[in-house]
């Protein structure tokens, strides 16, 4: 018996796009020095949403220039508790906002709704309120008494998670006593721009907080500006590289979100549909633009027909479409150029000899769509085994023992996520401990949460984001 | 009359005592200008068996209990302490201190040895954490070895830098290759000596001397090498080891010459593990 939905969207007469965007420098939006305007399309039909600017490195400069004044004038003179304070402001607008933002989010991004609203919005406000309350325990830290800030901060983030990954960035730093140069990515710069809106209803200092739409060459322009002392980014690998090598001969400090081709390791004795529902969540949770997804199915032998057969039958339920539908699971994939790379690697799966297989489903015609899709017959030689591929494509490999498992999965470059799922307590603990990578969920996957460090081994990054440990990305201890 | 039985200073790798695979050794000669020893002269070879011999070491030495590595860190003070005599005349040689100056050094590198051996099973109690997330879920962060790292000896001392380049490492499970300042490679290899008697495995403790500019390029670009120390290195090198360690994103850090936590937490990742809590 299948199940029928009408069609349930969210009203976007919540939201108020303007037609064109400027810079936000010093507390002001203002117009680019010199800078031509990019479209951002909704990728789920195609549509203009709006015009944004192109900062130029002069707009570069001049942001820097003002967060530098706010950082001497203002930020550094604040206390910790006075600076929290505008954190809280920032949270209380979030959470009062919330829905704007989360539409605003689906239309610019192409995620569902019920992720937008469900998860990136409320975290990005929880990321605010809980680095709000470190501004005045920064001598709690673990980085000696009276840990200093960097001074400006140059911010660079993905289009994944627009408003959680600004949230990420902006609230440690903010609570830690450095001012922000901070560039969306070129897809997806619409939130950024309505929380420079709420960095002006929260009186935020003017130069505190400074938003530069743009594309890669606006942030080398940040990356390499002498002004800035510590850059974060969050994005590929291959980019990071290429900044880490940048930033070598200065003295920026610098922290690295970048690339994963995680592992979830199912073993034989796995509670088998709470499983599934961590596969899927762990794969198409966001179409699987998720730099920790778990893109690499390591199930045991012996369990893997019928584990597929359940995986299957759970795929088929998935809603494919409208991102605005309260009933939609998987949206549409952010922009051609993503959808190409998608389609790439997955026609490398086919090309190397893997069997590709998705549920029937209709897809929109309008807009960037990749269904819901496994490949068997993995080897762990393929490209789709190996390369990240930020796409709703999972690949499924098969293990005999715990130690097959184990080296299977640390057998990449990356670090950043594994899953473990398995009813054996002592098994979860051994296969944490094994596996190399910064975040482990056992019998759970793709949970977040500002209280827990994120971030990965090897070339997965540097440094950690949340918690404690991301607390040290925005300060200098005294032993430096 | 008796002829002294000189000392020849080898290389340290996976617990064996080779001379150069180069044959190439230079004449080190002490702070008066008289010559002193021949030290090996280490080649990207070399350097690359110390890599083989530190991998094939690191995950037992990382699986190790922290008080068993505790432990044997505390041995190796013990060992040094009956070694006692032989630093410091090789303190005065290099240094041209005063014998009351090197017995103070000496002290002193033993003291910071015991002091780092200490923070073996502390670390993880001081720096991970237990994290509060909601949700029914429990979640915790602890520190891990990242694996093998190459410090490059500072030369404000001829001893204390060594200790500061090789004991933290090892206490917070690394496996390490140390490449010993150029001017002062002679306590290097006896603390190896005194290493390779104190029950640390064969591996995990790996001792170059030679040219710090020769090597740290090989250092920098080596794809199995996961951080480094760059203590040891000059500035306009050090931000060349940065660049060219962005191949696999190595940690690379220097660090001020005194006693640090940081410089045990700085090799470590930290990992976050999230679980269920239900009935």
Redo the contacts between chains.
Sequence with gaps: MKFEYAPAPESTAIVDIQSEYNLFIDGKFVPSKGGKRFETINPSNEKVLSRVTQATSADVDKAVKAATEAYRKTWSKLTGTQRGKYLFRIARILQERAREFAVLESMDNGKPIRETRDTDIPLAA?HFFYHAGWADKLDYA?LGKNPKPHGVVGQIIPWNFPMLMLAWKVAPALATGNTVVLKPAETTPLTALLFAEVCQQADLPKGVVNILTGDGSTGAAIVNHPGINKIAFTGS?EV??II??SV??SKKALT?E?GGKGANIIFEDAPIDETVEGIISGIFFNQGHVCCAGSRLLVQENIKDELLEKLKRRMSLIRVGDPLDKNTDLGAINSQAQLMKIRELAESGDAEGAQRWSPQCQLPEKGFWFPPTFFTGVSQAHRIAREEIFGPVLSVITFRTPSEAIEKANNT?Y?LSAGIWTDKGSR?LWS??QLK????????FN?F?P?????G???S??G?EG???GLSAYLK?D?? | MRVDVRKTYKLFIGGQFPRSESGRSYELLDAKGNFLANPALASRKDLRDAVVAARAASEKWASASAFNRSQILYRVAEVMEGRREQFVSEVMAQEGVTKAQAIKQVDAAIDLWVWYAGWCDKIPTIFGSTNPVSGSFYNFTTPEPVGVVAAFIDGNSSLIDIVHGIAPILAGGNVVIAIANEEYPLCAITLSEVIATSDVPGGVVNVLTGRTEELAPWVASHMDIDGVDGSGVEPAAYEAVKRDGADNLKRIYRFKAEGSPQRIISFMENKTVWHPIGI
């Design positions: 929880a673990g690998t990071g590289k880490a090598k070598a001969s690295l970048l470059p670090g979860i944490a401990q990578a910064g975040v482990i969920w056992a019998n759970t949970k949460d209280a827990s460090p994120f971030g081994y090897k070339e990054g540097w950690r918690g404690l440990h201890g032993f430096s």
